[in-house]
């Protein structure tokens, strides 16, 4: 099989699968069967749940690259549209659990939430960030927006940046797993951020050794 | 009139766990619901592994129908065992309640080391129904069984110098393995005012439910205090020393402008980080709304009188 027939039919449905599994055990666990459950407080279990699976979405989606130029998968970015997608999906449904399970619907609570509690702001923007990068996601858009599509797209490291950030601030004293995230997420820009360097300085010294190069063609 | 008189228990009301609330109990349940305040409840037929002998107090129970066994046994915080609501269920079955001492020290005529069974022996156990408000906005009923903690103070004749009470939890890592992480200065801390503390509410809990409390709520015996957040209601405890100065509760210490010492549940001081105003009760289902917050956490009847003239804004 061609690679493209092989991301296509095998990997892309295989991703899709992986990427619908938490949802699936959620209803599942809300309806009891397949033997799961959602504990004494179901409310908070899918508020934690969604929460955890779009963070965790959202820093699978910024491994593509590092995993594509370090493992010579360069066709890996087919997959990860889907896995930024599915990230939003999951934070669309965690601010959905807060917003129709937990305040029932008061707006004017959700409202003082984003602008009262600091790390409801954060999460709320990182959610924002996410909505547009999940609207522009499509070819069209991409073909639209041209150049700045990609600037546009750049925000994801914000979003996960906010993301670690909200997930950091809600804890009680526990600061271990949001300090994992941090790390990991420090080490997915750090390697950015190096490569772009290296880049830059290949470049330089590329264009020094053409510049101060004998120029041998010269008559 | 605060919320949880006068109580209209009714048998099919409570959810208790088939293994041990057999026929003869509920009967005995609806019994209780009849004028007197201290019922004896009926022997159980087959005296079953942990099950507890106590009356019921009506007076300071509260009417609205108690959590599952399973909620109250599977849902907890303890970080002694791990810090995710299910991890005390899980891990402490490590915990060691027997033999166990209690070490009473400080400002009291009477001091030492105690076995557990002369700590407990003097007191009849009742049970009471209470209402548990938790700081992260959630709550449960809960069908405790103890005694009155001033009873317990009494007997060790704290002198004038006693101003406060300070508890603290066993400090065991290898018993309790979420002390091998310092996520709070172990041991736990806690403590009360000495009114506080004497209170007729404030209780030593050595059962739920009627039966022995299981390690993850806190065996083999813990504080209630119900009109408090929960983290007030220190679990497993070791030690209970009588001071003239105010201890240093460990949630006060780990996060002082979030966690302060009195800790009164109160719907108008909001958390730094989330609002008090309302809370979650356990075990309602999906769409159950989050219900008002009460003051004093539904008992200001007989607690806010502590406090009169207090900011309590200034001392949460
Ligand atoms: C308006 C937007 C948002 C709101 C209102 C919101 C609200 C919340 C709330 C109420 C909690 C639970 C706090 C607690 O239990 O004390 C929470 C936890 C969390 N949220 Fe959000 N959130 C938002 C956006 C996001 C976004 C965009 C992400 C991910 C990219 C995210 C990831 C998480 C994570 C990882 C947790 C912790 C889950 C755990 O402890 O296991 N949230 N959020």
Redesign the pocket.
């Known amino acids: 099989m061609r690679v493209e027939s092989r991301y296509r039919l095998v990997y892309k449905p295989l991703v899709f699968l992986a990427c619908s599994a938490p949802f699936v055990l959620l209803v599942a666990g809300a309806f009891e069967v397949l033997g799961r459950d959602l504990g004494p407080d179901p409310v ?1 279990y899918i ?3 969604t ?2 699976t ?2 965790n979405l ?1 820093l699978i989606t910024l491994l593509v690259t590092p995993a594509r130029q370090l493992g010579g998968w360069p066709h890996l970015v087919r997959l990860r549209r889907m896995l930024g997608v599915f ?1 939003f999906f999951y ?1 669309a449904l ?2 959905l659990t ?2 129709v399970l ?1 305040l029932g619907l008061d707006f004017a609570t ?1 409202g003082e ?2 602008v009262k509690r600091p790390y ?1 702001t954060v ?2 923007t ?2 924002v960030i ?1 909505l547009a990068l999940a609207a522009t996601s499509t070819n069209g858009m991409m073909r639209r927006l041209g150049r700045r599509w990609q600037k546009l797209h750049r925000l994801v490291y914000v ?1 996960a940046i ?2 670690v950030w ?2 950091w601030w ?2 009680k004293a526990d600061i271990r797993e949001p300090l994992l995230y941090a790390a990991m997420l420090a080490v997915l820009l750090g390697y950015r951020v190096v490569r772009s360097r290296t880049a830059r300085e290949l470049a330089r010294r590329f264009t020094e050794a053409r510049t101060s190069a004998p120029p041998s063609e010269s008559p | 009139m605060s919320k949880y008189r006068p109580r209209r228990i009714l048998p099919s009301e409570i959810t208790p766990p088939e293994v041990f609330f057999d026929r003869r109990r509920l009967l005995a349940a609806a019994l209780a619901g009849g004028a007197s305040a201290l019922l004896p409840a009926a022997e159980p037929s087959q005296a079953q592994p942990g099950q507890l002998r106590y009356t019921r107090n009506t007076r300071y129970s509260t009417s609205e129908p108690p959590n599952d066994y399973e909620d109250i046994t599977n849902y907890n915080n303890f970080y002694e065992f791990g810090t995710e609501k299910s991890d005390p269920a899980r891990n402490a079955g490590s915990l060691r309640t027997h033999p166990w001492t209690v070490t009473v020290s400080g400002e009291a005529e009477v001091t030492g080391q105690f076995a557990l069974e002369d700590i407990l022996k003097p007191h009849p156990l009742e049970e009471r129904i209470y209402r548990l408000r938790c700081v ?1 906005a959630w709550s449960m009923i809960i069908p405790w069984v103890g005694f009155p903690l001033a009873d317990l103070l009494k007997r060790f004749k704290p002198t004038s110098k006693a101003k406060y009470v300070e508890f603290r939890t066993l400090h065991d890592p290898k018993q309790m393995p979420g002390q091998r992480f310092r996520v709070l200065d172990w041991p736990y801390v806690e403590g009360l005012r000495i009114d506080e503390a004497m209170h007729p509410l404030t209780f030593i809990a050595v059962g739920v439910y009627g039966r022995v409390l299981p390690n993850q709520n806190g065996a083999p015996l813990r504080l209630v205090v119900p009109w408090k957040y929960g983290f007030k209601s220190i679990k497993s405890i070791v030690s209970i020393r009588f001071t003239e100065k105010q201890p240093l509760n460990s949630w006060h210490v780990a996060q002082p402008d979030e966690y302060g010492f009195y800790a009164n549940v109160n719907p108008n001081v909001d958390h730094p980080r ?1 609002s008090q105003a309302t809370e979650r009760l356990i075990g309602r289902g999906f769409f159950a709304k989050r219900q008002p917050t009460l003051m004093f956490n539904g008992y200001a009847e007989e607690v806010a009188h502590l406090y009169s003239g207090m900011d309590l804004r200034r001392y949460f």
């Open positions: 908070e508020l934690h749940s929460g955890k779009a963070l959202l990230s934070a965690h601010v807060y917003a937990d959700l939430d984003i409801i999460g709320f990182a959610l996410l979003a906010l993301g909200h997930f809600q804890v | 992260e989330w």
